[in-house]
């Protein structure tokens, strides 16, 4: 090896000021800078072709088998839930059923049940811990002149705020119409417990992750109702598969005149519900 | 060739931050991920047996407390399944076999949670002014001394 500094040091000095005439047509350009700039933009580009192929192939594969193997297709089908609440009688089995089911912990729910009673004089809303432990009566400064309960729970909406909000890809939707979150993925950022309209979402104290209500997708996806809908003892809550023509709740979607929470959002919830009265957010 | 140099000492530097690059990709970035979405499409898979069902029906005791299913099948409890009063399945039985007690709630909350009466209930719903209904002390079992919590007669 030569020593190098030396001729470098000459080199510079008879150079022009480099920074005059960059691309000037006119001086002939330092060939130094210009073979820099073509072998950083040779690199930069094949890097971007790369990367762009690397996540074409991650992509682009069609045949995928679905996660569920043979015994459960989830392209076969899209779930949606419907919720009578003139059939509520606010007993809370579903929020203690979803308890068990689901392990979850003390002073939180994934599904909940609100009291609205309203007069002319007012209103009032309450839910003692979700509904755990049922209602008691309560006195109200007004005349109530009705009341009525409100189960409530994720939406599993299609076009998802809490989703869209997550940093790393821990929440999504799948196929089969099913937001979930991934515990092992989830940091534990909060953004998409403040980002859900519905407050569907919480972090369990003990994982540090998100959690929520996930249809009981390890029932569901085995052919069983999820645990909240299996309890229930006045048929208010009712699930089922939109791509089946004959299903109850595709049929009371269809032709009962339903509605869904917080449609001026357009998250498009998928829990359907009757007889909602205009009290309820 | 002096000028050139540069260029293979950028490039040098180029090149190991892009393998740097790719390689901490490699291991960030979870195997199944972006194979559907972006997300970790194994978690799918995950979620589908990330336990077992504990709820397994009301039909599920028949086999065992067959006296007791029948009588509740045909009274007026046979809409509220017995898992509701009682506890899930899987905390009294595991592959068929019994394995843990099943809880028996006597107290007359587990009745007044659903008809007590209350704002919000249905008219229609069989409820009662725990108060006027019941003219002993309020307390315990004292709902069991007149119902069969399996098939109420009203």
Redo the contacts between chains.
């Keep these: 090896m030569d020593h190098a500094p030396r001729p470098l040091a000459s080199t510079r000095s008879p150079s022009p000021p480099p920074e005059a005439p960059a691309a000037g047509a006119a001086t002939p350009a330092d060939p130094g800078r210009r073979d820099f700039l073509g072998a950083a933009f040779t690199i930069a580009g094949g890097a971007v072709v790369l990367l762009a192929g690397l996540d074409a192939a991650a992509s682009g594969e069609t045949h995928v088998p679905p996660p569920g193997g043979d015994a459960y297709n989830w392209e076969e089908h899209r779930w949606a839930y419907v919720i009578d609440t003139s059939k509520c009688i606010g007993c809370g089995s579903c929020v203690r059923g979803c308890k068990a089911e689901n392990d979850v912990p003390d002073g939180f729910v994934r599904t909940w049940v609100e009291r609205y009673i309203v007069g002319p004089g007012g209103s009032y809303v309450d839910s003692p811990k979700g509904g755990l432990d049922g209602f008691p009566p309560v006195p109200t400064a007004f005349t109530p002149t009705k009341s009525f309960f409100v189960p409530k729970m994720c939406n599993h909406c299609k076009e998802t705020p809490c989703v869209q909000v997550c940093p790393v890809g821990a929440s999504y939707r799948t196929k089969d119409g099913v937001v979930l979150v991934d515990g092992k993925s989830c940091i534990g950022c909060g953004y998409c417990v403040q980002a859900c309209p519905y407050g569907s979402r919480f972090l369990n104290p003990a994982t540090h992750t998100a959690e929520k209500c996930t249809w009981c997708y390890h029932r569901i996806t085995k052919g069983l109702k999820p645990a909240c809908v299996e309890v229930c003892p006045t048929g208010t809550r009712a699930f089922g598969d939109m791509m089946r023509e004959d299903d109850p709740v595709r049929q009371t979607i269809d032709h009962e005149r339903v509605s869904i929470l917080q449609a001026h959002l357009l998250t498009e919830p998928q829990c359907f519900y009757l007889h909602l009265d205009m009290e309820v957010r | 060739m002096?000028?050139?140099?540069?260029?293979f000492r950028?490039?040098l530097v180029?090149?190991v931050v892009?393998t740097a690059i790719?390689l901490g990709r490699g291991f960030l970035v979870?195997r199944s991920?972006?194979?559907?979405?972006?997300?970790?499409?194994?978690?799918?898979?995950?979620?589908?047996?990330?336990?077992?069902?504990?709820?397994a029906?009301a039909a599920s005791c028949a086999p065992c407390h067959k006296a007791k299913s029948e009588a509740h099948d045909a009274g007026g409890h046979k809409?509220?399944?017995c898992?509701?009063c009682h506890?899930?399945l899987l905390?009294h039985v595991t592959n068929g076999t019994v394995s843990g007690k099943m809880p028996v709630d006597r107290s007359f909350t587990l009745c007044?949670?659903?008809h007590?009466?209350?704002?919000?209930?249905?008219d229609k719903?069989p409820q009662v002014i725990l108060e006027q209904h019941v003219t002993s002390k309020l307390e315990g079992a004292v709902c069991l001394d007149c119902h069969d919590p399996h098939s109420p007669k009203p």
């Design positions: 002096e000028h050139a140099r540069h260029v950028i490039a180029l090149l892009i790719f979870p991920y972006g194979t559907f979405g972006p997300y970790r499409a194994d978690n799918v898979a995950e979620q589908m047996k990330i336990r077992p069902p504990a709820h029906g809409a509220v399944s898992e509701v506890a899930p905390r007044a949670r659903c007590r009466r209350i704002q919000g209930r249905p719903f």
